[in-house]
């Protein structure tokens, strides 16, 4: 007897995490249980034995082994296009899931059609908050407390810190912007329509524009706290100036390609304002001396020297 073709797809990108993505794929199949699911693993070229390592742990799991880094994006689309299944799951590999996870935001998802894009509540490993599963979208505003570092000086502020919504705790039901792509469901049939990621991205960003582009068409994403994981942040790139300068990169995409085109030029030169307040910031801590300020100029000298790059954007 042939298995009916399942309601759900589960993708997950794997670069260099090979435990981390043992222990995600452990807990994703530990902890659902109403929902019918395959798993496709697409692994970056790992040089840590991440692919032989999934083969022999979970066979059920439909793994396909690139030989080059495709990106997230790229490795999302290949597999989303391949996908037979009504609802897709994008999961990150530094990622475990918690009890009925999955279940519950297939559940609502399909109770809010009107969301289009759903996702949950994220927690660090020590079971505080990690905000990073959704976000608001970058304004003129956001930009300029972001770049003036009333962001971090007013991180609970709604109001200074728009972008990640203050003191909300993602605790309730709510409309955001962005669902973060650690953790995001969408129907097949409305990834297809957006033509899935945009592949220029090829790290961060992606979701944000995947999101932004589904608002257009009168979708507003959502949230539930019922769907919570656990997300570390960053597993598999854990080199700090080069993530900084990726996401610096990927926030001037959004900004070009989402701003009305008069509002572009003031944009990136937020952008260019938030790297130079910084590397002067760095600057001046380095002169009192020590390992951590050497180590903090360094890291934004080469962010500022790589800033032609993300101010271009991709």
């Known amino acids: 007897m042939t298995r009916a073709q399942p309601e759900l797809t589960v993708i997950i990108v794997s670069y260099n995490t090979k435990q981390l993505t043992l222990a995600c794929l452990e807990t994703l199949y530990r902890n659902t249980h109403r929902t019918d699911f395959d798993v496709v693993v697409i692994d970056n070229a790992s040089p840590d034995g991440s692919a ?3 083969a022999q742990a979970f066979p059920q799991v439909t793994l396909i082994a690139s030989d080059e880094n495709l990106g997230f ?57 990690n905000a990073l599963s ?28 728009p972008e990640n919504m203050g003191s909300w705790k993602r605790d ?63 597993a598999s790139s854990n080199k700090a100036a080069r993530k900084i300068a990726m996401v610096a990169k990927g926030r001037t995409t959004l900004i070009r390609d989402h701003w009305p085109k008069w509002q572009v030029p003031a944009g990136v030169a937020l952008m260019w304002l938030w790297g130079a307040l910084r590397i002067t910031g760095a600057r001046v801590l380095s002169l009192r001396g020590g390992d951590k300020g050497r180590a903090t100029r360094e890291k934004w000298e080469s962010i500022w020297q790589a800033r032609r790059e993300w101010l271009s954007g991709y």
């Open 172 to 234: 309730s039901v709510r409309q955001v912007d962005i669902v973060v792509g650690c953790f995001l469901m969408i129907r097949r049939e409305l990834w297809q329509e957006l033509g899935g990621f945009d592949l220029k991205f090829f790290m961060y960003g992606e979701e944000a524009d995947l999101c932004l582009r589904a608002a257009k068409l009168g979708y507003q994403p959502m949230v539930t706290p019922d769907a919570q994981i656990m997300h570390l942040v960053g």
């Open 134 to 161: 959704c976000l608001n979208r970058i304004t003129p505003w956001s930009a300029f407390c972001m770049a003036t570092g009333m962001t971090t000086i007013f991180r609970n502020s709604s109001f200074f810190n």
């Open 52 to 54: 032989e390592a999934i």
């Open 73 to 129: 994006a790229a490795a999302n689309n290949l597999i989303a296009q391949q996908a037979a299944s009504e609802w897709l799951l994008l999961l990150n590999p530094d990622t475990e899931v918690h009890e009925n996870a999955v279940d519950n935001l297939l559940a609502f998802a399909k109770a809010h059609p009107e969301a289009g894009i759903t996702g949950g509540r994220t927690v660090f490993p020590d079971g505080s908050l």
